[in-house]
């Protein structure tokens, strides 16, 4: 199991028993009990945050290809953890605890937690587009590879008509000289021949008929 699958498992853990103190605890402790009943909570809760940061750090150093998938749950995970939060802040609205019920450090957590909720969201919303981005370039990558592949085939294949056409053209001069002596020489014998032919007769050429 991978160290996100680790940390989505702590807090389904968490948040089942967040919403159980909440739900069902909370509401049947003694007024002089849900003070421990809430610090028992928010030990949870943070806990919970503790495991949403883990999920965000194994989302940011995934590989392209499974980074779209991981930010989908992770998002989905962090919509439960604000959902949690609302959840508590309501739950000691309808309790009338006052913040004397809360020690220091656990008032201090909450209220980063609630100055942190949009920059959490907003902080999502940017890597599903930086992921879009990402995918949007490594598609285009692929594209312009093959492309160049397909240009390089083509160079390639002009390069070996030019030098078949090169070697033929080398060719030409020789198969010329070759063709025209020839050509020359079937002339003169044709014109020798003609002469042969001929019956001297009174100083001339009596040609046969």
């Known amino acids: 199991m991978s160290g996100f699958d680790n940390a989505v498992e702590d807090f389904t853990e968490l948040k089942k028993a967040i919403e159980n103190l909440v739900n069902t605890k909370?509401?049947?402790?003694?007024?002089?009990?849900?003070?421990?009943?809430?610090?028992d909570i928010h030990r949870r809760l943070d806990a919970a945050e503790v495991a949403l940061k883990e999920m965000q750090r194994e989302v940011d150093k995934a590989l392209p290809a499974e980074r779209p998938k991981l930010s989908y749950k992770y998002r989905a995970v962090q919509s439960?953890?604000?959902?949690?939060?609302?959840?508590?802040?309501?739950?000691?609205?309808?309790?009338?605890?006052?913040?004397?019920?809360?020690?220091?450090?656990?008032?201090?957590?909450?209220?980063?937690?609630?100055?942190?909720q949009g920059a959490i969201e907003r902080t999502g919303a940017a890597l599903t587009r930086t992921e879009q981005l990402a995918v949007e370039t490594e598609n285009i990558?692929?594209?312009?590879?093959?492309?160049?592949?397909n240009q390089r085939e083509a160079l390639y294949?002009?390069?070996?008509?030019?030098?078949?056409?090169?070697?033929?053209?080398?060719?030409?001069?020789?198969?010329?000289?070759?063709?025209?002596?020839?050509?020359?020489?079937?002339q003169n014998s044709a014109h020798l021949d003609y002469c042969y032919r001929g019956v001297y007769l009174g100083g001339g050429y009596l040609l046969e008929v």
């Open 157 to 186: 294949r002009t390069r070996d008509m030019l030098d078949e056409t090169d070697g033929a053209l080398d060719k030409i001069p020789t198969y010329v000289a070759s063709h025209g002596a020839a050509r020359h020489y079937e």
């Open 141 to 149: 990558g692929n594209d312009v590879t093959n492309e160049l592949y």
């Open 80 to 116: 439960d953890y604000n959902s949690l939060v609302r959840q508590v802040g309501l739950a000691k609205q309808q309790n009338s605890l006052s913040s004397d019920h809360w020690n220091q450090p656990e008032q201090k957590t909450r209220t980063q937690v609630l100055r942190n």
């Open 26 to 39: 909370l509401p049947r402790a003694q007024k002089e009990n849900k003070k421990l009943v809430f610090n």
